[in-house]
């Protein structure tokens, strides 16, 4: 364990699309700065993601100062989006959104440009939501949850750590199954935020708290998998892997896991290459 770091860092601004990988992160109590503030609803106020629209992959986000977002996708000119509203000057108008179980206000996009950009390409009626209050607005599931805690529009938790070698694990049962010719998966059909490198293959799933850089993290529960894993993250096709070998070799109480999830103790700055040490 004495080996183990932080191999990279990945933030997705905005749910469901393709993110950044930046050398450095600032962890807050609900994850990640800028990670998962924005994300897509229909006209229900039901989260789009790419569970039913795998060509959101096909969009991608960067970070503008002050919390707002940079749209690029193919066919379309891109588009900065500023925050709902300025720090400092009140609060914003908020509408109900739902996330699978939560429900929860979000603020809308000011500029209807926003919404018309993320409607052309999925090719359907969404809009563009942010969440301006990450410290009250939704809290983690209160199964697995500890009081206080609380997630943006992440699926559950904070953060989602994978490891290097669990995938080769994986990727190796993928090449002596029958589909063979899909493999092997890289990691980031599995969106996590920090991916570890040095440790052995499922380790991971013995750990309850550990340390990265000047972070704390407690493990929350395994991460079930969902078909978002069988989407290519380049070409929004999909496969049968890596659910396929999941079920088979990696069933855990009635759920297809890969990976963990964590919920910050500590904050602080997370770098690439800083060591990961396992407290319990």
């Not at 905005?14 to 992160?25: F, I, Q, R, Y």
């Not at 962890?27 to 994300?39: F, Q, S, Y």
């Not at 529009?153 to 290097?164: E, I, K, M, Q, V």
Request: aromatic fraction near 6%; charge should be neutral; include cysteine.
């Amino acid at each position: 364990m004495g080996n183990t770091r932080l191999l990279s860092i990945h933030v997705h601004p905005v749910k469901a699309l393709t993110g950044l990988a930046p050398g450095e992160a600032v962890v807050e109590p609900w994850g990640l700065a800028g990670d998962r503030r924005w994300m897509l609803v229909d006209a229900w106020g039901k989260v789009v993601t790419q569970r039913q629209q795998p060509r959101l992959t096909l969009a991608a986000a960067e970070l503008v100062p002050g919390g707002g977002v940079r749209l690029s996708a193919p066919g379309l000119e891109p588009l900065t989006v500023a925050p709902p509203r300025p720090a400092g000057s009140g609060p914003a108008a908020t509408v109900p959104v739902q996330i699978f179980r939560d429900k929860l206000e979000a603020v809308p996009a000011e500029d209807p440009a926003a919404h018309a950009w993320c409607s052309a390409h999925v090719g359907a009626d969404v809009r563009l939501v942010y969440l301006d209050e990450p410290a009250t607005r939704r809290a983690v599931d209160p199964e697995f949850a500890l009081p206080g805690e609380t997630v943006t529009f992440a699926d559950g938790y904070p953060l989602l750590l994978t490891s290097t070698a669990s995938l080769e694990a994986l990727n190796s049962l993928i090449a002596h199954g029958p589909h063979a010719a899909e493999g092997p998966l890289p990691m980031d059909r599995f969106r996590p935020n920090l991916v570890v490198t040095g440790s052995e293959a499922w380790a991971e799933d013995g750990w309850t708290r550990l340390a990265v850089g000047e972070a704390v993290f407690r493990v929350a529960k395994p991460c079930g998998r969902c078909v978002v894993t069988t989407t290519d993250q380049v070409t929004a096709t999909r496969g049968k892997e890596p659910l396929y070998s999941l079920g088979r070799h990696r069933l855990i109480e009635g759920r297809l896991v890969f990976g963990q999830n964590l919920v910050p103790v500590a904050a602080g700055t997370v770098r690439v290459g800083d060591p990961v040490r396992v407290l319990e």
